[in-house]
């Protein structure tokens, strides 16, 4: 069964960095586009970032610049780099596949970026 496991969160502090992870498995990654979602307190899951099977990337406004998503296809591997954080990044980040139109997450990795 598809299984996504995320890791790499915490406390951090402004302008610091994190790298998240998100260790597939179920399914055949290297065909799979791949996303990472952001939750916040009392807010909506939103769209963060997402890498297609060719490499192709794009990025919510609110991070661009600042977040990077790579995969490395021999880990069954997708992470997202995080630099420059701000409190407004606080949040539980979620990897994210569609497969046959159905929605795989994972369990997410809480990340908090405060003094």
């Known amino acids: 069964q598809v299984q996504l496991v995320e890791s790499g969160g915490g406390l951090v502090q402004p302008g610091g960095s994190l790298r998240l992870s998100c260790a597939a498995s179920?399914?055949?990654?290297?065909?799979?586009?791949m996303n990472w979602y952001r939750q916040a307190p009392g807010k909506e899951r939103v769209w963060v970032a997402f890498?297609?099977?060719?490499?192709?990337?794009n990025y919510a406004d609110t991070v661009k610049g600042r977040f990077t998503i790579s995969r490395d296809n021999s880990k069954n591997t997708v992470y997202l780099q995080m630099n420059s954080l701000k409190p407004e990044d606080t949040a539980e980040y979620y990897c994210?596949?569609?497969?046959?139109?159905?929605?795989?997450w994972g369990q997410g990795t809480q990340v908090t970026v405060s003094p």
């Open positions: 179920g399914f055949t990654f290297r065909r799979q586009n």
């Open positions: 994210n596949i569609r497969i046959n139109g159905n929605a795989y």
């Open positions: 890498i297609t099977a060719g490499g192709t990337t």
